[in-house]
């Protein structure tokens, strides 16, 4: 089914973006298929502080020209932008695929959403960043939402796309310039949607470098940048919160989650559906999104039941391979770095006694002993405190634990220093209650990771899961500053003598 699309095209080769030029650089390097690393699907620029300096300055000459175009109009060259992208849809799929390892379904789903927030982004700026003019017993108050400045868009690798466009829209849409630094895990899809998009903006406006936390340096520390917006690891973030400290930058952080499952003793074992949405839930992208369920804790009295049948489920949905196999549902892991640390986590489970079972079928073994391939598992026996289910995995395994009671269940979904979603299946109004106890920024019922997302209501965490909202209004919100024009009628205090 997806033949046609697998012919391997010539490597892509992606630059920065600075002031609506491509600037080459001296160096670049290779990103290769995860599903077959011997396969460069491309190469992105090695850039240099220099040139992040130089994105910087350009997006800052571009701002105040940015600021004042009028919103309606900012809005129309955003549209021109997205349909620049939708229209070039169709070939991002295979690149994004081939340089993610990301089965061709999941590539179209992160397409999808990345145009469907944008739009959505448009379709409710002039509402919501109107002014608001108040009239009172003491004269008149304009509220305005002006924008920041420069922001410093830094992207992981699991979801470059959506990621990526979740802040380009609302960012320039309320008047801010941008410099973007993706991921070098998967730099080429969102390099093509980025030249793409500013191709049909002002020069400065949106710009783009390559690297890694050297160039990333500079983005947080770099005075004229106004805000950070990061999607990436807690650890990370640490460090941007200490680079970005001396200038006090504003900051959206959307960082990382282990997110719980609460099976209540309502859950019927035998809804095959719910099963597989769970399924899903713990192996789309091969458990590589921030929001996946992490772990799950099942009320003792269904426990048995459930793992019978968990397993028949998992064994059904997952099949492991070539992201353009037509059968594929679980892709490769996207880099060794990242295989490494799925796999410690297996081994440490094991060595603390706990069950690993392997889930679903390899399609090809060939495939899967040259590629950056990693057998799903389901770990049982595991301890409430063992690193497997306090750590963030990022990858296709996932802990199922026994708990005894309500209170309980709710502690050990609670006890964790994340806080991104969660979601909690059984019967409606009994899982409602409990969700309202859980600490996340967003709580599914029935329902978890991307399935229950929905771009028009804000997403991000709790605790060190980050700070902040994407999506929804408080997504666009974020980058402005509140701005109070007071006109007072008198413009004294009475207390203040003549
Ligand atoms: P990462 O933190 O390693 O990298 C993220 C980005 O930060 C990359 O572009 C990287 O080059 C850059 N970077 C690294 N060091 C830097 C530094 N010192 N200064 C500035 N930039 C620096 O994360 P990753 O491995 O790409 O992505 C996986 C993580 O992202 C997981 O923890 C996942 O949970 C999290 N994530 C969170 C969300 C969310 O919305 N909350 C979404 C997706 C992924």
């Not at 919501?128 to 004269?139: I, P, R, S």
């Not at 106890?437 to 329902?447: S, V």
């Amino acid at each position: 089914m997806h033949e046609e699309l697998r012919i391997a095209t010539e490597p892509v080769v992606v630059q920065a973006i600075i002031n609506g030029k491509q600037v080459a650089a001296e160096k670049r390097y290779a990103r290769e298929n995860p599903a077959n690393p011997e396969e460069i699907v491309g190469y992105g620029p090695v850039n240099t502080r220099e040139d992040a300096v130089q994105a910087i300055d350009a997006a800052a000459v571009a701002f105040p020209a940015w600021a004042q175009t009028p919103l309606r109009e900012r809005i129309e060259y955003m549209r021109r932008a997205i349909a620049r992208f939708r229209e070039a849809a169709p070939e991002l799929v295979p690149l994004l695929s081939r340089e993610h390892g990301k089965p061709v379904y999941d590539a179209q789903g992160e397409i999808f959403v990345s145009l469907a927030w944008m739009e959505y982004a448009c379709d409710i700026a002039e509402e919501v960043l109107a002014e608001k003019v108040e009239q009172h017993e003491n004269g008149k108050t304009i509220i305005t939402r002006d924008p920041m400045g420069v922001v410093a868009a830094i992207t992981p690798w699991n979801y470059p796309l959506a990621l990526s466009t979740i802040k380009i829209a609302p960012a320039l849409i309320a008047g801010n310039t941008m410099v973007l630094k993706p991921s070098p895990f998967a730099p080429l899809a969102v390099s093509k949607v980025v030249e793409w998009m500013a191709g049909e903006l002002p020069a400065g406006v949106l710009n783009m470098v390559h690297g890694d936390a050297d160039v990333g340096v500079e983005l947080t520390t770099n005075p004229k940048v106004a805000k950070i917006a990061f999607t990436g690891g807690t650890k990370t973030a640490t460090h941007i919160m200490k680079s970005a400290s001396d200038t006090i930058k504003n900051m959206t952080l959307e960082l990382g989650g282990n997110d719980a499952a609460l099976v209540l003793s309502d859950f019927d074992v035998n809804d095959e559906r719910a099963m597989r949405r769970l399924v899903i839930s713990n192996f789309l992208t091969t458990g590589q999104i921030c929001m996946i369920a992490k772990r799950v804790y099942v009320h003792r009295s269904i426990y048995t039941a459930f793992v019978e049948k968990y397993i028949e489920a998992a064994n059904k949905w997952i099949r492991v391979g070539d992201a353009f196999h037509p059968d594929v549902t679980v892709g490769p892991i996207n880099n060794l770095p990242q295989v490494r640390h799925v796999e410690r986590l297996i081994e440490d489970a094991k060595s603390r006694g706990a069950q690993v079972i392997p889930l679903g079928r390899i399609l090809d073994e060939n495939v899967f002993a040259k590629g950056y391939f990693m057998q799903p598992t389901l770990v049982l026996g595991a301890g409430y405190d063992d690193p497997i289910v306090v750590e963030e995995q990022f990858g296709p395994t996932v802990p199922v634990l026994p708990y005894d009671d309500e209170e309980q269940g709710i502690q050990l979904v609670n006890n964790s220093i994340y806080g991104l979603t969660s979601s909690v299946w059984g019967e409606e109004e009994h899982a409602l209650r409990v969700a309202r106890r859980i600490e996340a920024g967003t709580t599914m019922i029935n329902t978890a990771a991307i399935q229950g997302l929905d771009i028009r209501y804000p997403f991000g965490g709790f605790k060190q899961s980050g700070i902040g909202r994407e999506y929804g209004v408080e997504g666009l919100l974020g980058y402005t500053e509140l701005h109070v024009i007071n006109i007072p009628k008198v413009g004294e205090l009475p207390n203040i003598p003549e």
